[in-house]
Every structure is written in structure tokens, then in C-alpha cells.
């Protein structure tokens, strides 16, 4: 892949996650602002993606990894494939050209989670030295036993059926081994450019991880005007029911998506709750940071920490109280949630159908009487 010369950057903050971290929010207060941004000298380039830049990862992984999602043969597939990528850096370099910003920001949060390996972090590296004269890793990190349930919550929306058993959860998530996830950044971009932050929200402006961005850009906050909270995670009245949900309706059916299961995250989003989410006996966060404590030790070493740690302690957390179960009413409240909501997509649907219609009547009408028009003539 060549990266073709363009104006580069003075420098460029690539945010790689982590998962769970307000990546949303950053990214939507991103997106949302980029006039206001651009004005400032800090781009934020739609050529990657419109809200979040997954695209970049087509930038960090090897071509032979979309030989499996194409239907023509190795060697067509390999060269639609480079060929896709060199349009996709071409048009970044295009970009940065057209609007000649001193702040490029890359935001991605798959990136830390699945494209920490040595190859897809080189890869990543030799592009951004060509878009920038300076290049910062961002990465929020949250404590081990957080993330693990909020992880763990999250797979609910993934179809997830399984109960929380707190081993099975460890061995999925070696993604949580902090020290040994950043080492290919800290080896390709060096270790004075990755900035680890640890996500508390007591240690941010506001309480807030898109005013603390802001300042990473250099922006004043008022330039990132945004909502005070996105992609809002499920208590525990709603994970319990998408749990049941997903045993009943599975999130792929044959392969392919079930459509059966269209609407469902809408509604649960805009039920209303009050119920706590879900949270783990004190003895069970002990031993998940047990597990990870080399690991935050060294992190503190290397990345700077508060009476050295890297992560607040578990100092004055009670024993989470027992969780109450869905109960009927609730998961009615949720169906009728989901019923309302379909029905309101199904009668705007009508409408713009019926608005399409006496269009259609409009056009053909007009086109008859001009058709008569010229046959009198």
C-alpha cells in the first residue's frame, strides 16, 4: 500500500479505545463538531468513517484477511482488496491536503481490543508517520473488575445467554493484561507517545471523558458540545430480559442476522428504569485485580499513577446487595415498549409509502396530460 505525499499534519491523536470507555460519546461529540473543529485546526476526517473510523482497520490488517468475505477468486480478491485500501488512504490524503489541519484525530476504539499484535500495530505506525510530523496513542483503561462487567453486560446486546462465572470471564478477556496490550504501541510509537489514562470519571472535568478529550486537543470543551451521556449501558431489569430475549430469539439465525429481532435495542434504550445495574461481590473484584496486579504494577511504573497505582483501590466498597429479578410487570413494560416503538416505525413507513404513492399519481398524471399535449400538437 502506498501512502501518497500529502500535507501532513503538525500532529495526530490516535484514540484506540479502550472498549467501554466513552469511546461513543468522544466520538459522536466528534463528528458532530467538525465544522466548529476544523475552524479550531483540529480534523476530524469523515474519509475513515462518519461517527467512529472502523475503517482504519483495513489500514492495520494483512490484505489476506478479506479473502474470506469476497466470492471471486484468491488472486481478484487479493487486488480488490489493495485496491480498496489505496483508495481509502488516497482519500485521507486528500483530505488532510484540502483542509491542511494541524490536529488529525483518528478515533477507533476496536483498535486496542483486536489490532494489538506486532503487524497490525507496524502497519498502522508507517501510515500515521506519513500523515503527521508527530503522532500520540490515546488509550482510556478501565479497572479490571469495571470492565470485565461491563464487558460482560455488553454481550447481552451481542446475544450473550451465559451467566456471569467469574473464571470463564477472566479467560475471555486477556485484552485486560494492560501492560502486555500496550507493548506493541509502546514498542512502534514509543512509550513517550502512548498516553494511558486511566478511566475514572471523579479524575475528569465535569465527570465528563469528552471535556477531558477536549483538552488533549487543545479545544476548549465549549467547542464539543454533546449530550452529557451515549450509549448508556443496560441495569439489570433490562439485561435479564435481553438474556431471556436471546435464548428465545437468537442474534443469528442460520448464519445471517434474525430479523425477528428488529427493534429490540431501540425499545430497551428508551425503557425507562430505575433499576441498578449489575455489580459483583467484593470478593470476586479482589480477585480479578489480583489477577491483573503484575500487570497495573508495571502500568503505574510506565505509565504514571496516583501513590503508585494506576487505578483507584476497592478501599470502602460493600459487598454488592442481592439483584431482584424480572419480573412480570417488567417484562411487559418492556414488550410494550418494543410494540410501541415497531408500530411507530410501521405507520412512519406507511406514510412515507403513502407520500411516495400520491407522488407517483402526481408524476403520472402530469405525464399523461403532457402526452396529450404533444399528441394534439
Known amino acids: 500500500m502506498h501512502v501518497p505525499a500529502c500535507q501532513r499534519a503538525k500532529r495526530l491523536i490516535l484514540h484506540i479505545g479502550a472498549a467501554k470507555t466513552g469511546s461513543t460519546s468522544i466520538q459522536v461529540a466528534l463528528a ?41 477468486g484468491p488472486i481478484r480478491a487479493l487486488r480488490a482488496a489493495a485496491a480498496e485500501r489505496q483508495n481509502l488512504v488516497t482519500a485521507l490524503g486528500a483530505e488532510i491536503d484540502a483542509h491542511r489541519p494541524e490536529t488529525l484525530v483518528i478515533s477507533y476504539e476496536g483498535l486496542f481490543n483486536r489490532f494489538s499484535d506486532r503487524a497490525s500495530v507496524g502497519r498502522l505506525a508507517t501510515v500515521c508517520a506519513a500523515l503527521a510530523e508527530t503522532v500520540t496513542v490515546v488509550v482510556f483503561l478501565r479497572r479490571q473488575d469495571e470492565a470485565l462487567v461491563s464487558e460482560f453486560v455488553h454481550g447481552r446486546r451481542l446475544g450473550a445467554t451465559r451467566e456471569f462465572v467469574l473464571l470463564d470471564e477472566i479467560a475471555r478477556a486477556p485484552h485486560l493484561d494492560y501492560t502486555r496490550q500496550l507493548r506493541h504501541w509502546e514498542d512502534r510509537f514509543g512509550i513517550a507517545d502512548v498516553r494511558a ?8 472535568p465535569n465527570r465528563d471523558v469528552v471535556d477531558f478529550f477536549a483538552g488533549i486537543l487543545g479545544v476548549d470543551p465549549v467547542a464539543l458540545p454533546h449530550a452529557a451521556e451515549t450509549n448508556l449501558g443496560l441495569d439489570m431489569l433490562k439485561e435479564e430480559f435481553l438474556q431471556r430475549f436471546n435464548a428465545l430469539l437468537p442474534r443469528y439465525e442460520k448464519s445471517a442476522a ?104 402526481r408524476l403520472e398524471a402530469e405525464l399523461a396530460e403532457a402526452r396529450g399535449e404533444a399528441g394534439a400538437n
Not at 489514562?197 to 475528569?204: E, I, K, L, S
Open 32 to 72: 458532530a463538531n467538525r465544522a466548529a473543529l476544523l475552524e479550531k485546526g483540529v480534523l476530524y476526517p469523515a474519509s475513515l468513517g462518519a461517527r467512529t473510523h472502523s475503517l482504519v482497520t483495513r489500514l492495520a490488517t494483512p490484505l489476506w484477511r478479506d479473502l474470506g468475505r469476497r466470492g471471486a
Open 197 to 204: 489514562v486511566p478511566f475514572v470519571r471523579a479524575g475528569f
Open 258 to 361: 434474525n430479523e425477528a429481532r428488529w427493534g429490540i435495542y431501540d425499545a430497551i434504550d428508551e425503557h425507562v428504569s430505575a433499576r441498578r445495574k449489575r455489580g459483583i461481590p467484593l470478593a470476586e473484584r479482589e480477585a480479578i485485580l489480583a489477577r491483573f496486579a503484575a500487570s497495573n504494577a508495571a502500568l503505574a511504573r510506565r505509565h504514571g499513577g496516583t501513590a503508585g497505582a494506576f487505578f483507584p483501590p476497592l478501599e470502602d466498597m460493600a459487598d454488592d446487595p442481592d439483584v431482584d429479578s424480572l419480573t412480570v410487570e417488567d417484562a411487559v413494560g418492556i414488550a410494550a415498549d418494543l410494540w410501541t416503538w415497531s408500530a411507530e416505525q410501521l405507520l412512519h413507513f406507511r406514510k412515507e409509502l403513502d407520500d411516495m404513492r400520491r407522488t407517483r399519481a
